[in-house]
């Protein structure tokens, strides 16, 4: 018949148009859909894992990240050393001194107990 119509045709060309399927070709179809949509589950339980896996690895990371920015933003970072304490008992401040640049790195007011009792007895008597 496809012969006979194309014998008497004036034209012919490409042309699209939808076209039913068989039932074999929708079984087909379907048993594909089957197979796509496992290895889909698949591949998608795969990503979930491999998520939690980079963000375990990315949390200590991105908490590092944060740290430099604070302490690059502040100029500064804290540090625990060694410091010598003096006490400057006419201006009743105790004063921190870097055992590592020797700078002043704090000062405080002084405790009841640093404070010496006999000198400011002793500038009060005049001696």
Request: proline letters at 2%; a negative charge; glycine letters at 4%.
């Amino acid at each position: 018949m496809a012969n006979e119509i194309s014998a008497i045709a004036d034209r012919r060309e490409q042309f699209g148009y939808t076209k039913q399927l068989t039932h074999d070709e929708l079984a087909e179809l379907k048993n594909e859909l089957s197979e796509k949509a496992i290895e889909a589950k698949r591949l998608k339980e795969q990503l979930k894992l491999y998520s939690t896996q980079i963000k375990g690895e990315l949390k200590p990371i991105m908490a590092e990240k944060d740290v430099l920015i604070e302490t690059i933003k502040q100029k500064a970072k804290f540090v625990t050393e060694l410091c010598s304490i003096v006490f400057d008992q006419e201006k009743q401040i105790a004063e921190y001194y870097s055992e590592v640049t020797g700078a002043i790195v704090h000062t405080r007011p002084l405790n009841v107990d640093e404070r010496q009792t006999s000198i400011k007895f002793l500038k009060a008597q005049g001696e």
